[in-house]
């Protein structure tokens, strides 16, 4: 029977170095936005496509990430005495959401290394890798559709979108030929090519299914970009002998790792909040008169 991609893998081991102060003493995956933590909505979107395993990939300093999806009994018992029942309801869901496990990366030796510890726990099956910085609206199709051409094809699927050329050094590089509306089968991939020799403009974005066998590869990867061992570059490998499907999208993405997006992020996930969207949307209407955006 063909496999299912029931388990994912989140690596949450980076630094943080582009949201210092914060990142000093709490890892950027516990940024809020809005009232949860970036990881949470991630592990959400996860849970959403049906994964039901989930092992972060953390280093030090981050055990807030676990104390986040541990149960809370004392927090439970306090709040139910005081007949809060849809906190003790929504604390709870945080921590029964999935199966969720936790592994250190010792080491900051790269991406396709962090994946790499993977390896152990995922076994022989196929799985998903969801960046931590990469948040995706819960209307996004990304996620399910990748896992929906695993299970169709039985090949590797990355998440692919159209950036502005001069961008596409920030990231991993595909290029493509168009299967169906969102399929494409990819031909090559680089990963932060100079934008004068990219072979296109299409860049990763965060989200992979992929088969087992590409822990072999990245146990031979060298390191590449920035000196680190890239998931970029054990794709390309595996592509020697298997096939790399590409699933391109347009919307629906926030970049919660770049600070001018995190914002976006928090805004327009505020707006959208039965609670807080009606008074959140006067008080930016009032900014954006106050500050000349709108007459
Ligand atoms: C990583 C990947 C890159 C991908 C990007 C998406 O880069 O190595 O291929 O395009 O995430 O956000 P990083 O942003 O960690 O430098």
């Given at each position: 029977m063909a496999a299912k991609v029931k388990k994912a893998v989140i690596p949450?081991?980076?630094?943080?170095?582009?949201f210092l102060p914060f990142t000093k003493s709490s890892p950027?995956?516990?940024?809020?936005?809005v009232d949860r933590p970036v990881i949470q909505y991630i592990i959400e979107e996860a849970v959403d496509a049906g994964i039901e395993d989930i092992l972060v990939i953390t280093s030090r300093h981050k055990k807030s990430l676990e104390d986040h999806f541990d149960r809370l009994v004392d927090l439970e018992d306090a709040l139910t005495a005081k007949g809060k029942t849809d906190e003790v309801r929504e604390i709870r869901r945080i921590s029964e959401m999935a199966q969720i496990h936790f592994v250190r990366?010792?080491?900051?030796?790269?991406l396709g290394h962090a994946i790499g510890m993977a390896k152990n726990h995922i076994g022989g099956e196929p799985f998903a890798v969801l960046l931590g910085d990469d948040i995706m609206h819960r209307s996004s199709p990304v996620l399910k559709g990748m896992i929906a051409a695993y299970e169709a094809e039985q090949s590797s699927v990355v998440a692919l979108m159209e950036v502005p050329k001069q961008d596409i050094g920030s990231y991993g590089c595909a290029a493509a030929t168009a299967l169906s509306d969102n399929l494409v089968q990819v031909s090559e991939l680089v990963e932060k090519p100079d934008p004068e020799v990219a072979p296109s403009n299409l860049a990763v974005m965060g989200r992979y299914v992929f088969t087992p066998e590409i822990f072999d590869e990245i146990a031979k990867t060298q390191p590449g970009a920035g000196g680190e061992i890239q998931i970029t570059d054990a794709m390309a490998s595996l592509m020697t002998y298997q096939r790399m499907l590409g699933f391109t999208f347009t919307e629906?993405?926030?970049?919660?790792?770049?600070k001018i997006d995190y914002l976006r992020a928090v805004v327009e996930l505020a707006l959208e909040r039965e609670d807080l969207g009606p008074e959140f949307r006067t008080i930016l209407r009032d900014i954006a008169i106050r500050e000349g955006l709108v007459s």
């Open positions: 949450a081991a980076g630094l943080g170095t582009r950027k995956e516990m940024l809020p936005v990366q010792g080491e900051a030796l790269g629906g993405r926030f970049d919660t790792g770049k």
